[in-house]
C-alpha cells in the first residue's frame, strides 16, 4: 500500500477537483444566481449622497440619540443639515454630519464630523416614521472622546 499512496493522493486530489467543478460550484452558481437573498422594497439604494424626506428624519434621529449618550458635563449643538447622507437600501441610511461638542472639562468647543449608520425597522409601512422607536442606530464613529 505505501508503493500507491502518492498514486492514490493525486487520484483523491483529482476526484475532489472534478467534483467541485461539475457539481459544487454549478450548484453555488444557482443559488446566487436566484432571488434568495433579494430584499424587495421601495427604497433604492444610492452610490451617490443624497437628501430626501428619509434622509432628513435619519439626521433628526441620529443627532437625537447622540443627545441621549451624552454625559451632563458635555452640550452640543448639530448642524441644520448633513455633510452627506446615503441610502443603502432596505431603509437603511449613512449621515455624516458635523457637531459643535463643548464640555466643561476642557471648556474648550470642539467641531467633530461624525458617522451614523441607522437603520427604519418597519419597512415600506411609513406610518411609525416619526417615531424614534422605530429607528434602530448600527453605528456612530468620530464622537468616541463624548
Same mark, same amino acid.
Given at each position: ?42 427604497? !433604492? ?34 448642524? !441644520? ?16 454630519? !458635523? ?30 416614521? !416619526? ?16
Amino acid at each position: 500500500m505505501k508503493k500507491y499512496s502518492s498514486l492514490l493522493l493525486i487520484i483523491g486530489f483529482g476526484a475532489l477537483l472534478l467534483t467541485q467543478q461539475k457539481f459544487i460550484m454549478p450548484w453555488v452558481y444557482e443559488i446566487v444566481s436566484s432571488d434568495l437573498f433579494l430584499v424587495g422594497s421601495k427604497d !433604492e439604494a444610492s452610490q451617490l449622497p443624497i437628501s430626501s424626506h428619509l434622509t432628513d428624519l435619519a439626521f433628526k434621529h441620529c443627532n437625537q440619540f447622540i443627545k441621549s449618550k451624552l454625559d451632563s458635563d458635555s452640550t452640543i449643538t448639530f448642524s !441644520e443639515k448633513p455633510i452627506n447622507s446615503w441610502s443603502l437600501g432596505n431603509y437603511q441610511y449613512v449621515i455624516n454630519a !458635523e457637531a459643535n461638542l463643548t464640555t466643561k472639562s476642557a471648556n474648550t468647543p470642539s467641531s467633530p464630523k461624525y458617522v451614523c449608520r441607522i437603520t427604519y425597522n418597519n419597512g415600506d409601512d411609513q406610518s411609525g416614521i !416619526e417615531n424614534f422607536d422605530n429607528w434602530t442606530v448600527s453605528g456612530i464613529s468620530g464622537l468616541e472622546n463624548m
